[in-house]
């Protein structure tokens, strides 16, 4: 009787060390593939090799898999790649930054191109999580516009290359209300007359709401100051009464069918509702709004091979014509300049899109703050919280 | 070997229970030690952790904020199993007293809902208690039986039914199995000493029921304390309960270790609950 217990102590214990070495190592996981891609790749590409490998001997893997946002490509985009290619494409999804994030530290392997928003790819280099691209395979990086060469979190495009960009801002139902608020006091400080009151939702994210709380006070929107997020945290409990939720999913719809009046959200997700329900306009209140850019890296742990078919997509997605159509499709701003020369005046001169430089200036991007970001939470954590 | 696995039958079972026993090892006990190992770290800078001893993530557990929560959380998870109680066992009862031929398919019925995935029958619900747009509030105001919507969502009333109707199922479920193996001579044997049918159903059914009361009540319980989809949709993320806390911790704060911690007080809270839960039953059982 002992013994046996002694035995299955041992066993509980080897088997748990076993677990635990498993967890810091790699836990694979097998990305599911959410589109197939058509073509067969058993035919030689018909294209010319322009992309030709340049180191010694390496060759494209035969399939690779983006791990992006979901609805965030042209639905032929995956089919021309391989086209021209013969690299399939599988894609699995995510819904913050934050999931991105936590699955790949968790140790998430298999996936060859992602595509967080700026201040994670921040995080990223910081926690050494991505590979340098090698620019030799990405000769199209040359269509970029200037101004994303130099971003803040990664000058020069060493690890990452622009995405698609957009803004965080207000939308609200044409048809239910013609005055919307111009500033962000109307949605801080709604009043019980305003027709808005209660029929409005902020984004379900921490530093999106603080963000547009802080520029509404007039500081920075990624301030350590505790003194000003004291006075922000009570301004968003004070404004709770007339928030009818928190929502990240569908408040664009909600404000489509009538439900809301306005929400605080994305612009390219109020103007792709916008097409569905027609009664959807979007702007930035006077105080300002956040400004972000998804980008696409390349995380560690890929082969060679994959390496390599990854930086060929992304030199892909940097072509022209590819990134106009990504870029009209999504209703978000591209930073290609080819794309953008050749795009349709519509999408190229829509200010929702394209805010024009008075607005430009008030933008904001919001940035890591490493542990500080518990401050946020515990902050945001009481907004909730409160009756 | 086989000669020998036929003369030591407890080779046998041990055989049999090794790939259980390894599964609940690895996917349960593993995890379980890692979220205790945890709870005693620093934080790594984005997620993570250093390996370094602290006891402060316990202690900030009881900060004010995150206690209230856990209050609230209880609050909650106690509401929604009397709920379910009170509606599951007169339909456990019914359902045991149909014929024989119709029980089957009532049981099946019963389970029906879970072919469907629970978050999608979540949001199943809003369409019904959208404040401005949704059936209930507007088929009212058509009416005009009301003036004004109803507050029907975003609030403790839209969790606790959001929660009521998808745990429902496994409360009737296990009242259901117990009310059903009830001897009827029992009933008989009662009602010939002259107990009213109140008294019988006191004496005899109710304390013959209870193991099943029991468990559906855990089942119904446990999940609901630990519950963060239904609070972020039907509550409208206006309110938090632990489950939303500690995914927040480990999404939004990247403080694994913090989250590790809520997690392991959660745990121990919800072990206490059930015991003493078990103890007060066991007590009112041995009564009658």
């Not at chain 1, 294209?47 to 893997?61: C, L, Q, S, Y």
């Not at chain 1, 919307?180 to 109307?186: K, T, V």
């Not at chain 1, 696409?296 to 997509?313: D, F, H």
């Not at chain 2, 009662?190 to 855990?218: E, I, N």
Request: hydrophobic share 45%; aromatic share 12%.
């Amino acid at each position: 009787m002992q013994r046996k217990h002694l035995i299955a102590l041992i066993a509980i214990l080897i088997i748990a060390a076993m677990a635990l070495a498993a967890c810091g190592g790699q836990a694979t996981e097998a990305p599911k593939p959410t589109e197939a891609p058509k073509a067969q790749p058993t035919e030689a590409p018909k294209a010319e090799p322009t992309e030709a490998p340049k180191e010694g001997g390496v060759k494209p893997a035969d399939e690779i898999v983006v791990y992006n946002w979901s609805d965030y490509v042209h639905p032929d985009m995956y089919k021309m790649f391989t086209e021209r290619t013969g690299i399939k494409i599988s894609e699995d999804n995510f819904s913050s930054n934050e999931d991105l994030l936590a699955k790949l530290q968790g140790g998430a392997t298999g996936y060859s191109v992602i595509v967080p928003s700026d201040y994670t790819v921040a995080i990223m280099i910081e926690e050494g999580m991505l590979e340098e691209l090698n620019h030799d395979n990405i000769p199209n990086l040359k269509n970029l516009d200037p101004e994303f060469t130099k971003l803040y979190y990664d000058p020069g495009n060493k690890y990452c290359v622009p995405y698609l960009w957009g803004t965080t801002g207000i939308g609200y139902n044409t048809e239910l209300l013609e005055n919307p608020p111009q500033s962000w006091e109307g949605v801080f400080k709604a009043k019980e007359s305003d027709p808005w009151y209660g029929r409005m939702t902020l984004l379900d994210d921490v530093r999106e709401v603080f963000s547009a709380a802080l520029i509404y006070l007039g500081y920075d929107n990624n301030t350590k100051d505790e003194a000003q997020l004291q006075e922000a945290k009570q301004l968003l409990i004070d404004a709770k009464k007339g928030v009818a939720g928190y929502d990240t999913d569908n408040y664009e719809d909600l404000v489509g069918t009538g439900e809301n009046l306005l929400a605080h959200g994305w612009n390219g997700d109020f103007l792709q509702a916008a097409d569905e329900y027609g009664n959807i306009d979007y702007y930035i209140p006077e105080e300002g709004g956040t400004i972000w850019i998804d980008n696409m890296c390349i995380p560690k742990g890929v082969t060679p091979e994959e390496k390599l078919a990854a930086e060929m997509y992304i030199n892909f997605v940097l072509d022209p014509e590819v990134g106009k159509m990504l870029g009209e499709y999504n209703y978000y701003a591209t930073p290609n300049k080819e794309s953008l020369a050749i795009a349709d005046p519509d999408y190229k001169s829509n200010p929702l899109v394209f805010p024009p430089p008075e607005i430009r200036e008030k933008l904001r991007f919001i940035k890591p703050l490493g542990e500080f970001e518990s401050v946020y939470q515990r902050m945001w954590d009481e907004v909730k919280s409160a009756q | 070997m086989t000669e020998r696995l036929r003369r030591h039958p407890e080779l046998q079972a041990w055989l049999i229970l090794a790939i259980p026993v390894i599964f609940l090892l690895i996917f349960f006990m593993a995890p379980l030690v890692i979220v205790f190992v945890y709870s005693f770290l620093e934080r790594g800078k984005y997620g993570g952790v250093e390996w370094v001893f602290t006891l402060d993530n316990i202690r900030r557990v009881f900060d004010p904020l995150y206690f209230k929560t856990f209050v609230r959380s209880f609050y909650i998870a106690i509401v929604t199993t009397l709920v379910t109680l009170i509606l599951g066992y007169p339909l456990a009862y019914f359902i045991a007293k149909s014929p024989p031929s119709r029980r089957n398919a009532l049981v099946f019925a019963l389970m029906i809902p879970f072919w469907t995935n629970f978050l999608i029958r979540t949001y199943a619900w809003l369409t019904l208690l959208r404040t401005h747009t949704g059936l209930i509030n507007v088929t009212l105001m058509n009416w005009g039986i009301i003036d004004k919507p109803l507050p029907l969502y975003g609030n403790d009333f839209a969790i606790i039914l959001g929660l009521v109707y998808g745990w429902l199922p496994v409360m009737v479920l296990p009242i259901y199995a117990a009310l059903e193996r009830l001897d009827e001579s029992l009933l008989e044997a009662a009602r010939d000493l002259y107990a009213s049918s109140a008294k019988a159903f006191r004496r005899v059914t109710w304390p013959l029921s209870l193991p099943g009361v029991v468990a559906g009540s855990m089942l119904v319980f446990i999940p609901s304390l630990g519950a963060f989809v239904t609070p972020a949709i039907l509550g409208g993320g206006k309110s938090l309960m632990i489950g939303n806390i500690i995914s927040n911790q480990f999404l939004g704060a990247h403080d694994w270790p913090f989250g590790s911690a809520l997690s392991m007080v959660m745990m121990i809270a919800m072990l206490i609950a059930t015991l003493i839960y078990f103890r007060w039953t066991k007590k009112s059982e041995d009564v009658t």
